[in-house]
């Protein structure tokens, strides 16, 4: 099976509820408090990125990681410095031992999971190539043209191996 990396935000921590409400409509490009999206976090920070729910995604890979070990995917995540300590402890808390590989830019995750020959869970609907990227379906990446998963029992599926033979590559 080939190496699986997890987004953190918007795979398994849900950062726009936590900011924006429950019924928000997608808002990493908006502005809370007259600031944009990342700078109201990163103020907040301390209480934003540790107290943040979880997606719908987060039971499932709980799930797989408690059958298949913490150590059976990494997660890959493209964030400020200033964030990291408070995703540690989110990720320590929900997914103790796992490894964590922090990246700049959404974009640097491309050459990862290049570089191991990877599979990417991932909810950013901006790259290039969607060569070995699932998305967990989100309505801001509804038009993107990539393999996908909508319920948690996909998401399981696809980390169990159900949908790995033939899913990936195919032009």
Not at 71 to 91: A, I
Not at 94 to 117: A, H, L, N, S, W
Not at 144 to 149: E, F, H, L, M, Q
Request: proline letters at 7%; charged letters at 30%; aromatic letters at 14%.
């Amino acid at each position: 099976m080939k190496p699986v990396f997890v987004d953190v935000d918007g795979v398994v921590r849900d950062l726009e509820t936590a900011v924006l409400g429950k019924d928000h409509d997608g808002g990493w490009a908006k502005e809370v408090d007259g600031m944009p999206f990342l700078d109201y976090v990163t103020l907040h920070r301390d209480t934003l990125l540790v107290d943040t729910p979880e997606t719908e995604y987060c039971k499932a890979l709980q799930e797989w990681s408690n059958l298949a070990g913490p150590r059976s995917f990494k997660f890959l995540t493209s964030q400020p410095d200033e964030w990291r300590p408070y995703t540690e402890k989110w990720l320590a808390d929900r997914f103790p031992g796992t490894p964590v590989i922090y990246v700049y830019k959404p974009k640097d995750k491309i050459e990862i999971i290049k570089k191991f020959d990877g599979i990417l869970i991932e909810d950013y609907p901006f790259f290039e190539s969607y060569d070995n990227i699932v998305l967990v379906d989100r309505p801001y990446n509804h038009k993107v043209k990539s393999d996908r998963v909508s319920t948690p029992m996909e998401f399981l599926e696809l980390m169990l191996g159900a949908r790995f033979d033939g899913a990936f590559n195919e032009k």
